[in-house]
């Protein structure tokens, strides 16, 4: 059976509790204070191409897109693991009638120099609002003439405290979960395991 023709069948909780917004966002408290530069520019819709550099599960993907709908924009994602110049080059004719459209592209340290340097023209029109996420150090891994039109990012784990809020708002939020009489207790346990990434402490909880 197609699990996803199932009207039983559930995404994993990590899935399900992907915030659409910056109110159920955790963690990155470093970058999103109030008065940081990029809540403003997400408060003034006017966010200059990024990228967000940390580990796996600290939300580089999802805050690209509340970023992306806080904006009012089309958000186009791309894995430079399976993408090239091609998807790129569609993505930015799709740009041409919608521009300013947020482009995220996952693991960008992974494209070659002509695949990053395909961007820079977009890029400095203002085309594309460039949201790339990468778990490499940029300095070393992303070309001079990209990073100069970027502002760097450091995402880092989530915190003890990150967690437990994280956790304790899936259990009274999640659909499935909200059901059922759930107390945490083992949080530091939790914590440890998951290493202050916010998917794995999901799908660990």
């Not at 520019?41 to 967000?52: E, W, Y």
């Not at 085309?127 to 070393?140: C, D, K, Q, R, Y």
Request: charged residues 25%.
């Amino acid at each position: 059976m197609d699990l996803f023709g199932d009207p039983n069948f559930k995404p994993p909780l990590a899935e399900r509790m992907r915030p659409s917004g910056l109110d159920d966002y955790f963690g990155q408290r470093h970058i999103l204070s109030e008065t940081s530069p990029l809540m403003s520019a997400i408060r003034n819709k006017r966010v200059p191409s990024m990228i967000f550099w940390g580990p796996p599960g600290v939300g580089k993907t999802t805050l690209a897109r509340i970023i992306a709908g806080s904006m009012g924009k089309p958000f186009k994602q791309l894995s430079a693991i399976q993408s090239g110049v091609k998807e790129v080059r569609e993505v930015l004719d799709y740009a041409k009638g919608r521009p300013g459209t947020v482009l995220f592209i996952d693991e960008i340290h992974r494209f070659n120099k002509s695949q990053q340097d395909s961007l820079l023209g977009a890029v400095e029109k203002g085309l594309v609002t460039l949201i790339g996420a990468t778990t490499e150090n940029p300095s070393f891994e992303v070309n001079s003439a990209l990073l100069s039109r970027c502002q760097i990012y450091r995402l880092e784990p989530l915190t003890a405290e990150d967690v437990r809020a994280l956790l304790q708002h899936a259990v009274t939020h999640d659909e499935v979960l909200k059901q059922r009489p759930i107390e945490l207790r083992e949080m530091d346990a939790l914590f440890k395991l998951s290493g202050g990434d916010a998917r794995k402490s999901l799908n660990l909880l």
